[in-house]
Structures are given as structure tokens and as C-alpha cells.
């Protein structure tokens, strides 16, 4: 004979359906909440690479250009600056110290076709990096003297272009000084 309560524990093993349902219910709602931190992750990944590129961009431009203010030893040329756009500091034609003009007479980086300010096509920068979508920048500088032209600024905006966005805002927003140096 079967006793009462072996009966009952026998009835009792096991899980309810509604326990299995409230179970997977809350599984469910984990997963949910995991798989939608993914594409913020990977939206701040991208903005992360874009911010890089940017100050590596102004470090690269702006370097250049402090070269080549401590290549000015007159003080004459150098109070001179001011009056013909900062010819001296900013390199040839006019154009960051990283900057030539390509075959079309357009400025761009050493080695890089296509290459404008702000209003302009895009940089890509770095070049020839084989990454696919290219990485293009647009920038805008701005240079102003003191009072007594003894100190030059220099203001650079960067924008990475591979998000699609517009130029504003920037992804950085970068200054340094040139001080003259000379005798």
C-alpha cells in the first residue's frame, strides 16, 4: 500500500508551468536589456575613434606649425607676420605646415589628393591606411596675434566625417601659441 504521504511528494516534484513561464519571462528580460547595451557600446566605440583622430590630427598639423615658428629668428619677420597671414608659420602657400597643394593647386596634406578647408571635400587623414570607409576630416583654423605681436594663437577644429555629420560641432577643438623665440 502507498502511503498518503509518499503520494504527495511524488505530486510535488518538478516545476509549475507557471513557474518555467515566469522564469524564462525574466531570462527573456535580461537578454533584452544585455543585447541593447550593444549598439551604445559600439556608438561610443566610434566616438572614441573619431576623438583620437581628431587630436592626433591637431597634433600632427599643430607641431608642424610650432616648427616652423622657431624657425623665425628675425625679430622684424616676425612682427611682420600678422601683416602677410602667417606666411612664415604656417608653411607654404599659406597652408598648415603638413600641407603642399596637389596637382590641381588645391591644399592637401603631403601625399593626399582632394584635400580643403571647412567649406571644401574632406581630409583623409591618415592616408593610405586601407580602411574602408576611408577616414576623412574636415578642419577649420584660425590664427590671431596680441597686442604687441609677440604671441601668435592658433585655434583648430577637427571633425570626423565618417558619422555623417555636419561640421558642427567638432570633435575638438584645439589651441597652442607661438612665442617668438629669436634674438
Known amino acids: 500500500m502507498i502511503s498518503k ?22 531570462l527573456g528580460l535580461g537578454l533584452m536589456v544585455a543585447f541593447g547595451l550593444f549598439p551604445a557600446g559600439v556608438r561610443q566605440n566610434e566616438e572614441s575613434t573619431a576623438d583620437t583622430r581628431a587630436a592626433l590630427f591637431a597634433d600632427y598639423v599643430l607641431n608642424g606649425m610650432q616648427a616652423n615658428a622657431a624657425t623665425v629668428t628675425n625679430w622684424s619677420e616676425w612682427d611682420a607676420e600678422k601683416g602677410v597671414g602667417y ?21 592637401g596634406l603631403t601625399g593626399v589628393q582632394n584635400v580643403s578647408p571647412v567649406n571644401g571635400e574632406p581630409v583623409e587623414w591618415p592616408a593610405s591606411t586601407g580602411q574602408d570607409p ?11 596675434a596680441d597686442s604687441g605681436n609677440h604671441v601668435y594663437t592658433a585655434m583648430l577644429e577637427v571633425k570626423d566625417l565618417n558619422d555623417g555629420s555636419d561640421f558642427d560641432p567638432p570633435d575638438g577643438v584645439f589651441y597652442t601659441a607661438f612665442v617668438f623665440k629669436g634674438m
Open 87 to 107: 606666411l612664415r608659420i604656417l608653411g607654404k602657400d599659406g597652408h598648415p605646415a603638413c600641407l603642399n597643394a596637389d596637382s590641381a593647386g588645391k591644399p
Open 134 to 144: 576611408k577616414p576623412m576630416l574636415r578642419y577649420r583654423l584660425t590664427m590671431s
Open 5 to 26: 504521504t509518499s503520494s504527495l511528494r511524488h505530486k510535488r516534484a518538478g516545476f509549475t508551468l507557471i513557474e518555467v513561464s515566469l522564469a524564462v519571462l525574466v
